[in-house]
């Protein structure tokens, strides 16, 4: 089982700063990679897949890179919609697996 | 549009049996592969069960592997979890989701239900 480590597990920041979240993966997924991002009580939405391409209707603020075994989310300038928790996932190898997720809060 | 809509979530006794469903509506639904994902209370997200578009194939997490049974009716636009001798550990909240891609189940996830909380406890 690929497992998929997330960090920081909480990042304190003000809107307008820049987040940078990272992913890394205990074996390559070579870039089946996706980001969700999830607000208290709802539902999983799908940010990034394939590491680096935004899912439809995703601000551009939004931007993923990395490949292999490290990828990072960075979300260029937070608006107060974007504190929230973001996951990360893989589908290279089943079984499907997700990170533990990091919390984005305002600080 | 696109809708996913979970039910049949509970309270159930150890060891007991659960069927949960998922109505779909909005797309084909016969044209893409379906998931389960589970989130217990407070923590993150696991991969439970995926069944291809036309039901031929389905995988499942090694938790659940042997004791849940997913299925589909493309004539009722529905997706369904049969849930066997349940555990403590399976207490999550259940989301519906649809895969991104028609070409393989191994897929990420578009479209989520609102989710079907079970709870299983004494």
């Known amino acids: 089982e690929i497992v998929l480590t997330q960090s920081p597990a909480t990042l304190s920041l003000s809107p307008g700063e820049r987040a940078t979240l990272s992913c890394r993966a205990s074996?390559?997924?070579?870039?089946?990679l996706a980001w969700y991002q999830q607000k208290p009580g709802q539902a999983p939405r799908l940010l990034i897949y394939?590491?680096?391409n935004r899912a439809t209707g995703i601000p551009a603020r939004f931007s993923g890179s990395g490949s292999g075994t490290d990828f990072t989310l960075t979300i260029s300038s937070l608006e107060p919609e974007d504190f929230a928790v973001y996951y990360c996932?893989?589908?290279?190898?089943?079984?499907?697996?997700f990170g533990g997720g990091t919390k984005v809060e305002i600080k | 549009e696109v809708q996913l809509l979970e039910s049949g979530g509970g309270l159930v006794q150890p060891g007991g049996s659960l069927r949960l469903s998922c109505a779909a509506s909005?797309?084909?639904?016969?044209?893409?592969?379906m998931s389960w994902v589970r989130q217990a209370p407070g923590k993150g997200l696991e991969w439970v069960s995926v069944?291809?578009?036309?039901?031929?194939?389905?995988s499942y997490a090694d938790s659940v592997e042997g004791r849940f049974t997913i299925s589909r009716d493309n004539s009722k636009n529905t997706l369904y979890l049969q849930m066997n001798s349940l555990r403590a550990e399976d207490t999550a909240l259940y989301y519906c989701?649809?895969?991104?891609?028609?070409?393989?189940?191994?897929?990420?996830?578009?479209?989520w239900g609102r989710g079907t909380l079970v709870t299983v406890s004494s």
């Open positions: 996932q893989q589908r290279n190898i089943w079984p499907l697996t």
């Open positions: 909005g797309f084909t639904f016969s044209s893409y592969a």
């Open positions: 989701a649809k895969d991104q891609l028609t070409s393989t189940t191994r897929s990420y996830f578009d479209v």
């Open positions: 074996q390559s997924v070579i870039s089946n």
């Open positions: 069944i291809s578009g036309s039901g031929g194939s389905t």
């Open positions: 394939d590491a680096s």
